[in-house]
C-alpha cells in the first residue's frame, strides 16, 4: 500500500465516530444537573446585578452554613427515596436530637457524651420507622408523617417547649457552628463528607446498585435475592442517623437545644431539594450530585430574597412552586398521566 492509500476498516466494522463535544458533555454532566447549573448561574448572576453584596466571600459563606444542615437532610433523604420511600420525620428527629443532646450536655458538662446521645436518638428513630413500615406494613408516608408528629410532640414535652441548655462557651460545639479548616466551614465539611460518603456508597458498592434495583423494581430485585426489608429498615437507621448529625449542628449553630425552632420545615426543604435534583419519587433513579446542586440553588435562592429584602413568606411560595415544578417534570418524563385529562 502506497503512502497516499487511506487504511480502510476491516470488514463488517462501522468506522468509530467520535461523540459531539456538546453530547459528551450531557452525558457525563447528565441534563438534569446542567440545567441545575445554568439555572444557578442565572440566578447568581441576577441577584448579583441588584446587590454587589451577594458575592462578597462572608456572604459566599453564610450560603454554605445557611444550607448545610438541609443539605446532609437532602442527601439522606435522596437515599430513601432512592429505595422508593419516603421520611417526613427527619426535621422532628433533628429537633429531638437537638434537645437530647444538649439536655445530656446541660447534665453532664460532656460533649461528647451530648452528641453520643444525639447520634443514639437518631438511629433509634430511624429503626422505628424502619420497622413500623416493614413488619407494620404501613406506608412510608403515613408511617413516617406519624412519627413527625410524635417526635415534634416529644420534643417539646422533654423541653417544655422551651431552648434547652447553653451550649455557645463549650470549645467543641463552638468549633462544630464557627470554626474552619483551609477557610472553609466546618458546618460545609460535614456536608461534603456527608454527601461524598453516600455518593460512594450508591455508585460504587453492591449496597447502592441494590438500593437503585429495589427502588427501580421491587418485585425484580426480591427475585434477584435482594433482602428488601432489610434494605428499607438500613436506609431509615441511616437516615435517622444522619438526621441526628443534623440535630447537632442544629444545637451547636444555635447554642441550645431547639425542640421546633431552626428544625421546622427541614422535611420539606430536603424533599424539595432531592425532587428537584431529579430524583425519582417512584425510587430508582437520580443522585447526590443533583441534589447538592438544588440544595444550592434552594440557598442561594434564600439568601438572594433576603438581602433584596424581600418578604419571607415568598421563600416559601417559591420552595412550593419549585416543589411543584420538579414533580410536573418528572410525571411529563414518564409518559402518559395516570390521572386527568390525557397529556
Given at each position: ?54 458575592f462578597l466571600v462572608s ?260 420552595q412550593g412552586a419549585l ?21
Open positions: 500500500m502506497s503512502k497516499t492509500d487511506t487504511p480502510t476498516a476491516p470488514a463488517g466494522s462501522e468506522p468509530r465516530v467520535r461523540p459531539h463535544p456538546l453530547r459528551h458533555a450531557l452525558d457525563v454532566v447528565g441534563v438534569q444537573n446542567l440545567s441545575l447549573i445554568v439555572a444557578l448561574i442565572v440566578l447568581c448572576a441576577a441577584i448579583g446585578s441588584q446587590n454587589s453584596h451577594f456572604n459566599i459563606k453564610t450560603i454554605g452554613t445557611t444550607v448545610a444542615i438541609v443539605g446532609i437532610l437532602a442527601v439522606v433523604q435522596t437515599t430513601v427515596m432512592l429505595l422508593g420511600g419516603l421520611d417526613i420525620s427527619v426535621g422532628s428527629a433533628a429537633g429531638l436530637t437537638s434537645v437530647a443532646s444538649a439536655m445530656v450536655f446541660t447534665s453532664s458538662a460532656s460533649a461528647g457524651l451530648g452528641i453520643l446521645v444525639g447520634l443514639v436518638v437518631g438511629i433509634g428513630v430511624g429503626l422505628l420507622n424502619g420497622l413500623v413500615i416493614v413488619y407494620g406494613r404501613v406506608n412510608a408516608v403515613i408511617a413516617t408523617l406519624a412519627t413527625y408528629a410524635a417526635l415534634r410532640g416529644l420534643a417539646n414535652l422533654i423541653s417544655d417547649g422551651r431552648a434547652q441548655g447553653y451550649t455557645g462557651t463549650d470549645s467543641t460545639f463552638v468549633f462544630l457552628a464557627r470554626g474552619s479548616i483551609i477557610g472553609i466551614p466546618i458546618l460545609v465539611w460535614v456536608l461534603i463528607i456527608v454527601a461524598a460518603l453516600v455518593h460512594l456508597m450508591l455508585r460504587y458498592t453492591d449496597i447502592g446498585r441494590n438500593i437503585y434495583a429495589t427502588g427501580g423494581n421491587p418485585t425484580a430485585a426480591r427475585l434477584a435475592g435482594i433482602n428488601l426489608n432489610r434494605y428499607v429498615v438500613g436506609c431509615y437507621i441511616l437516615a435517622g442517623f444522619v438526621a441526628g448529625i443534623a440535630g447537632i449542628l442544629l444545637t451547636a449553630r444555635t447554642g441550645s437545644g431547639q425542640p421546633t425552632s431552626g428544625s421546622q420545615g427541614l422535611e420539606l426543604q430536603s424533599i424539595t431539594a432531592a425532587a428537584l435534583g431529579g430524583v425519582a419519587l417512584q425510587g430508582g433513579k437520580g443522585g447526590i450530585s443533583g441534589t447538592i446542586l438544588a440544595v444550592l440553588l434552594l440557598g442561594v435562592l434564600q439568601n438572594g430574597l433576603t438581602i433584596l429584602n424581600v418578604n419571607s413568606f415568598w421563600q416559601d411560595i417559591a416543589l411543584i415544578v420538579a414533580v410536573v417534570i418528572q410525571q411529563r418524563r414518564k409518559g402518559p398521566r395516570a390521572y386527568g385529562l390525557p397529556g
